[in-house]
């Protein structure tokens, strides 16, 4: 049946002004928190106080399983609310709140809202308004959509929360596996405690340190102290013009792809630009590159594991390729210390503005042979399993979009029994 948007749901918008930020207290959402695969993304949030929940906001409060989408400046972003949310709307978000579950699953009318069949009406229907994009949430319930029996909705809906739920535990592996990487890594090159000759933890056990004057610190005998400057080359990435005409398709890492990770990049989200080759060939990604952020996040380190001759590299990126190609792990993570800070003392350099001679003076510690290979067996281990995860995630992305107008439409029928 054919039902208008507001007899099933009841739609509110957030406020129209921000208020004051406070340290801790109910989460205050903002667009940025629902990201570009139509998730809940509380990793940075603000925070309003106790008063302010309670008072102007309060009418704005969502709930569980409501949708929040975006109706102002970024367009077609939606997310589910989960259980034990506290918080409240800001500015350019909306609610859909199911009014009568036994008509509508709030999940299946979530999915609907990411289906291409509805963001194609978003976009038909969106309009320039004093400086942004919009769509008139007025207008909200007048839409009109059209919903199968509930029992399909039902199927439907746990076959698509099964694909989502997969990913979400792929992405919390991920990040488990992250935080492994970084602890090993903490704890071989911070405190010094890899393993020595006879596999035992190297300071922890008495092996010898000696204070080095550079840096100011005491590092294992033997490691030797040089810039980045002497280990690395460093380069610029490519500006362009985004109408020009070229001989040859690239795919290209930008800031947003830096900061849309955390340690290796996802090449399902990479922009496609046509370029002459002649331009774009020295720009193209190699097999030990590592990626710097000059801006967004300055310094924001970053991995592409899927090398292929055809990824290049924005003028706001910065690639450290290491003369030795042992080293890249371990100056992935030497590099990582610098991320998010905007004045870092590192050897004696102060990271102000990411540049390629701030990072040349750069003075690192550099262990023996022997540690870079024993490290890089184990990091070796976290990094492939990251990407195998990273590649799970876009075929049960892909998977989803797939069947996502198919089964809206009724092409494709499912049993409540399927799942993933």
Not at 1 to 23: K, N, Q, S, V, W
Request: a negative charge.
């Amino acid at each position: 049946m054919i039902y208008r948007l507001g007899e099933i749901c009841d739609i509110f918008d957030g406020p129209h002004a921000t208020p004051p930020e406070t340290d801790s207290g109910p989460i205050f959402l903002g667009i940025k928190n629902i990201n570009e695969n139509c998730e809940l993304d509380i990793s940075e949030v603000k925070y309003i106080s106790e008063s302010n929940y309670q008072t102007w906001t309060r009418r704005v409060c969502p709930q569980e399983d409501d949708i929040v989408f975006s109706y102002e400046a970024t367009l077609n972003r939606y997310a589910l609310i989960p259980y034990g949310f506290y918080g409240c709307l800001g500015r350019r978000l909306g609610i859909a709140r199911v009014k009568n579950t036994s008509i509508v699953n709030p999940h299946f009318l979530y999915h609907y809202f990411c289906s291409s069949t509805w963001k194609s009406f978003i976009e038909a229907n969106k309009v320039v308004g004093s400086t942004v994009l919009r769509v008139s949430i007025e207008e909200f319930p007048d839409y009109t959509i059209e919903l199968p029996s509930i029992q399909r909705q039902n199927s439907i809906a746990n076959l698509l929360d099964n694909i989502v739920e997969k990913k979400k535990n792929n992405d919390t592996i991920c990040s488990n596996l992250e935080a492994m990487a970084k602890l090993l890594y903490d704890y071989w090159f911070v405190q010094f405690d890899f393993p020595d000759e006879n596999g035992k933890p190297y300071k922890s056990s008495g092996g010898k340190m000696v204070w080095n004057e550079e840096l100011k610190r005491e590092i294992p005998e033997g490691w030797e102290v040089k810039n980045l400057g002497n280990l690395c080359s460093f380069m610029n990435g490519i500006n362009y013009n985004k109408d020009e005409i070229g001989d040859k398709t690239y795919r290209i890492v930008n800031v947003r792809n830096i900061t849309a990770s955390t340690l290796v990049l996802d090449d399902s989200d990479f922009d496609e630009i046509t370029l002459r080759s002649v331009q774009a060939e020295r720009y193209i990604v190699k097999e030990n590159d590592i990626l710097i952020a000059r801006s967004g996040v300055p310094g924001a380190t970053r991995l592409l594991l899927n090398i292929d001759n055809k990824t290049i590299f924005c003028g706001f990126i910065i690639r450290c390729e290491p003369n030795d190609s042992s080293l890249r792990f371990y100056l992935t993570y030497l590099l990582k210390q610098l991320e998010g800070t905007s004045a870092t003392q590192t050897g004696g350099s102060i990271l102000q503005n990411v540049s390629q001679d701030t990072l040349s003076r750069v003075s690192v510690i550099v262990p023996p042979s022997r540690i870079i290979e024993l490290y890089n067996k184990w990091i070796s281990e976290y990094l492939n399993m990251i990407q195998n995860y990273i590649t799970e995630n876009k075929e049960l992305v892909s998977l989803r979009d797939f069947l996502l107008p198919m089964l809206m439409n009724g092409q494709v029928r499912l049993s409540d029994r399927l799942s993933i």
